[in-house]
């Protein structure tokens, strides 16, 4: 079903109409699964020793392994909706291991240079996907990230066709203006009110004003003397241009609730936060319900989040406690503490680790809570823990703690551990992925060779 | 037991690239049972070691670090402003004190912030500057409407048009700037939304344009097939005004520009030494200087408030403010001293920082402050620097070690494609949590091809020890006293052994090699990119002048008045 963009609902409707219409409706059962694809990206991996389940793989329901006393222990609700994997290997793409890790994460491909820009070879897999699949929303994908402060190069995981980094959304109250106010109006009748001919008036001038600079840049792009890499400048500014196009007249989803729409405009529209590393907790909850609500909202069916760049720089998890002191380093600087000399690094990274799994948990129960007729939104997307080394001490990229959860709409048996033989390179799961979203055709992500054998877990 | 290893590759070699100059700094050879050994060699390709072979001569000519000969041409291209820049250029244009606080640099921490490479726009950036201008032009309606040559009840086409031609002019640096697509927007919206609303619509359009974000370095659009050309005297004017003001032409450069007289080499010398005199010249030199020593983006600076509650936004306005005024001060009292940039025992301590210099009183605001001998050595020792090159709870040996051999030795280090990392396993190793940073860190040193690379950042590293993540001086670390002595073995020119990082940058300020690495520095800068073997010409050219005179002010100014400055080259079609 198409839904009527909101242009044409203030045209035919008109504002009375509007607040007639039940705005928040349910989505019909019989309608198709709507398939997401969500990464949860948190860098410098997992203490393995705490993490992986006991016991043996297979069926959670064969009662083969537990979690008890292991850091996914804090997922212990969902263990029936998750896919937990051990054996899979990030593909060494070069460079310092958290750059490469995160720039081969969905890239499957290897690292042009260090030093240069574009750094990346190729597209990212979230981005491939939001060019398939991303077209009949009014966002094709949605990139959140919180205090990601050092532009160095493992701070970006997403990349468009050319190897350009697409930049993170890292204030979630922008977000939520430009994505979601304009859509939950006043909770009583939709985006309709008796401003709406003023917006709309708004919107006409920003596009103009949006349509002129296209029209500038599409000259410039003819002058004598530009090659290919002056012409990408202008293709990202055209890019940056049309998404925000996009958002003043794109096609709106609205299968939320009245609740969702109260609780966010409470959440939102109060007295920000201010955007610091002590408020890192309330920022990424921030952000996991923007996420949420972006689900419920389809407004975005392609979603990846970061929690944090790879090595030194991030926020010192200060709102952790341990032996009744608050934790003093970063998730990155605490996964060194051996080399740093700190005795009970171990310790604190398992809170660490307890830590960003919950807020992982978080994220899954709010998607469960979300009702697509008769399955939630958690059945019907794939949400992958991500990260871009295993053991953060080491820098290893073997046995990374990959975790699926969600049953991308039923094709993905779920409540199980996999321990993959064979160290298989985790460009055959990027394929998984692929595949799950319906680009079955695909037989390679990224490097062909890495991708030999095809998908995992299916 | 098991030596650690680090690489997977049975025989590479770990590579600091210097464009055009390679010091090989580390092999990895193997015996063909996969058993590795490192091997540590410094030197010129072809060079026995150390010692190299160089002369007095070529080091001072500086053929010993820029050889080649022939000088190669920029290619033609289009240059984003950076944030900073751009929003001068707003100002200037309009006339008001525009403010986007939102816009934050793109560019990767690697880089100069106006590497024409690394410079993006992004949608996070672009959405926020629409949102953010608009709202600026909002908040300064009633200025920008008293610029309006007619009433604002009669604002008409015309009048929309004079203004949008002085705004122009300013923003495309041309005396008869393109207002046509700003007079379209304004002529479409007029009547929907009124002339006022429209008028800020044809202004957001004019100032939003590829022309204002970008400048270009082209050559004129009427010569289609040249492969080499020269800039234009607008595109002229404006690489003269950012490389030395870091901001747009003023009004008497842009007139020159409009004579086309700028093309003279006499009226283009005149305005390169009138700009630098000009206060934003002194500010153009200043920035080149703060990027380089990282504190581009030290607003964003944070750090463990538990461990450093005094870190207060006050205290971190006041040690950049510090090390502000330090450099300008090395560059307008000081004859731009390289020496005194790097050695000065004395600073502009600000009250709020004195507690970190273990300081009990300090001079009154603009005066030097001694400061407690042989704790401090020029600025690379000043609080701002080291805090910014630190984590926000630990002071991070090998960021800083790194820190120090890219800003100040030029070294690139390099990772072999497909190397795998395994770190030592520091408890079989009986290095327990009672060892030090040195003992371990030395275990690193011994595995082959990571000690190559860590070889060559632990020194520097270390050397800065005695100063914490905000740049307090401490003389122990855990209860244990720090030993911040080493050598930079691997270089050729500073390899004096230091006891600690006073005696390491007093013996950096003097060496040819920094001299050419600021001298590269100074390239990136001006020419907004990577310095190639191609560019050996002018980068030896200005190392020669800057390793004789020392003169930090007169880096870029060198640089500019060279004759690849204005020469781009068209790809082929």
Known sequence: MRMPSRRALLKGFGAAGLLAMPLLRSRPASAAPIKRFITFFSSSGMRQDTYFPNGSPGDFASGNYNVTGKTLDVLTPHLSDLTITKGIEIYGAGGDDHDAGSVTLMTGNKVRDPKQTPYAMGESLDQYLARRVGTTTVEPSLLVGVRLQRNRASKWISFDQAGNYKDWNQDPYSVYARLFQGVLGDCAGGGASATNAAKDLLSVRRKSVLDSVLAESGALKRAHGMDAAELQKLERLETAIRSVERRLEGPMGGFGSAESCKTAKATFEGTPANNSDANFPQLLKLNLDLIALAVELDVTRIITLSLSLGGSGGAPMTWLNYNGKPIDASHHDISHGEQRGVSDYLPKLEIVDRWNLTQYGYLLEKLKAINEGGATALDNSAVWFASDVSDGKLHSHTDMPFIIAGKAGGELKTGRYEVLQGKPLHQRLLLTFAHLMGETGLTSWGLPEPSAGGPLLL | ?573
């Open chain 2, 1 to 573: 037991m098991r030596l650690p290893r680090c690489g997977s590759n049975w025989s590479f070699a770990v590579r600091a690239s210097l464009v055009g100059l390679t010091i090989l700094m580390g092999a990895c050879t193997t015996d063909g049972q996969g058993h590795q050994s490192a091997t540590s060699t410094a030197g010129a390709p072809g060079a026995a070691g150390p010692a190299g072979s160089s002369s007095s001569a070529t080091v001072a000519d500086g053929s010993e670090f820029f050889p080649g000969a022939a000088q190669g041409v920029t290619k033609t291209r289009i240059w984003q402003l950076t944030p900073a820049q751009y929003i001068t250029t707003l100002r200037d244009a309009l006339g008001v004190p525009i403010e986007l606080p939102r816009l934050l640099p793109t560019a990767r921490e690697d880089h100069f912030l106006n590497d024409a490479n690394a410079l993006a726009v992004s949608e996070v950036y672009l959405a926020d500057l629409e949102e953010d201008l608009r709202a600026q032009l909002v908040v300064h309606q009633n200025a920008v409407t008293a610029r309006l040559a007619c009433a604002v009840t009669a604002l008409d086409a015309a009048c929309a048009r004079t203004l949008l031609s002085a705004v122009g002019a300013v923003a495309q640096g041309i005396a008869s700037p393109n207002v046509e697509p700003a007079m379209q927007v304004f002529m479409a919206l007029t009547g929907q939304a009124g002339a006022r609303a429209a008028l800020d619509d044809a202004l957001l359009a004019l100032l939003m344009a590829p022309s204002v974000l970008f400048r270009t370095e082209l050559g004129p659009q009427d010569v289609a097939s040249a492969t080499q050309v020269s800039l234009t005297p607008v595109e002229l004017s404006k690489a003269l005004a950012y490389a030395i003001t870091d901001a747009p032409p003023d009004q008497a450069l842009r007139d020159h520009a409009a004579s086309t007289d700028l093309a003279s080499p006499q009226v283009f010398a005149a305005e390169l030494q009138r700009l630098l005199a000009s206060p934003r010249g002194q500010d153009g030199a200043k920035h080149f200087l703060l990027d380089w020593l990282g504190l581009a983006s030290y607003g964003g600076l944070e750090k463990d408030p538990n461990l450093f509650p005094e870190f207060t936004a006050q205290l971190k306005d006041a040690l950049l403010h510090e090390t502000e005024t330090f450099v300008d001060h090395v560059l307008t009292k000081r004859g731009g001293s390289f020496g005194d940039l790097m050695t000065l025992e004395q600073s502009f301590v600000a009250p709020e920082g004195a507690s970190l210099y273990g300081l009990q009183a300090v001079q009154a605001p603009g005066e030097l402050t001694g400061l407690p001998a042989g704790q401090r050595m020029g600025v690379f020792t000043q609080p701002a620097v080291l805090a910014a090159i630190s984590d926000p709870a630990l002071s991070g040996v090998i960021f800083r070690g790194k820190f120090v051999v890219e800003r100040l030795l030029c070294m690139t280090l390099v990772r072999p494609e497909g190397l795998v990392i395994e770190f030592p396993d520091f408890a079989a190793l009986g290095l327990g949590p009672d060892s030090t940073d040195r003992e371990r860190l030395a275990t690193v040193e011994n595995m082959a091809v990571c000690g190559g690379c860590h070889k060559v950042m632990h020194p520097p590293g270390f050397a800065l020890e005695h100063y914490d993540a905000i740049g307090r001086y401490r003389t122990e670390i855990q209860g244990k006293p720090i030993d911040a002595s080493g050598a930079l073995t691997f270089s050729r020119f500073t390899q004096a052994p230091f006891t600690d990082a006073t005696q390491m940058l007093r013996t950096m300020s003097d060496s040819p090699e920094v001299h050419a690495c600021l001298a590269r520095q100074a390239f990136r800068y001006v020419f907004g990119r990577s310095e190639l073997p191609t560019d050996d010409p002018i980068v030896r050219e200005t190392y020669r002048q800057f390793t004789a005179s020392r003169n930090l002010g007169a880096l870029l100014p060198q640089l500019v008045a060279s004759s690849a400055f204005a020469l781009r080259q068209r790809p082929l079609p």
